[in-house]
């Protein structure tokens, strides 16, 4: 498995910006993809966005398609998610996960970051 270090996460209020950032230990062929997972208070915890490693491939939930954007800088084994026009239900702690494969995003031979706390309020 792969350390993942995620930052960027804070308070802001609705309508604006942040932007997170998933640092992997180390470059390992066996990261084939990575997305960004969220948990609300009380919620189940769900996959916010994905990118593969290869080809590049990303896609992202419905509840944040056009506002949340994913990317990638392999250079500095690097996911990044770009948060635009938050709202208060974007409230959560957003995970990043490192997985060899798309089918193993999220799954027990997974590698999780510690979370980073997103506020969304006024």
């Known amino acids: 498995q792969v350390q993942l270090v995620e930052s960027g996460g804070g308070m802001v209020q609705p309508g604006g910006s942040l932007r997170l950032s998933c640092a992997a230990s180390?470059?390992?062929?066996?990261?084939?993809?990575m997305g960004w997972y969220r948990q609300g208070s009380g919620k189940q915890r769900e996959l916010v966005a994905w990118?593969?490693?290869?080809?590049?491939?990303?896609n992202v939930a419905d509840s944040v398609k056009g506002r949340f954007t994913i990317s990638r800088d392999n250079a500095k084994n690097t996911v990044y998610l770009q948060m635009n026009r938050l709202k208060p239900e974007d409230t959560a702690v957003y995970y990043c996960n490192a997985a060899s494969s798309l089918l193993n995003l999220g799954g027990h031979s997974s590698s999780w970051g510690q979370g980073t706390q997103v506020t969304v309020s006024s």
């Open positions: 180390r470059v390992t062929s066996s990261i084939n993809a």
């Open positions: 990118i593969t490693s290869g080809g590049g491939f990303t």
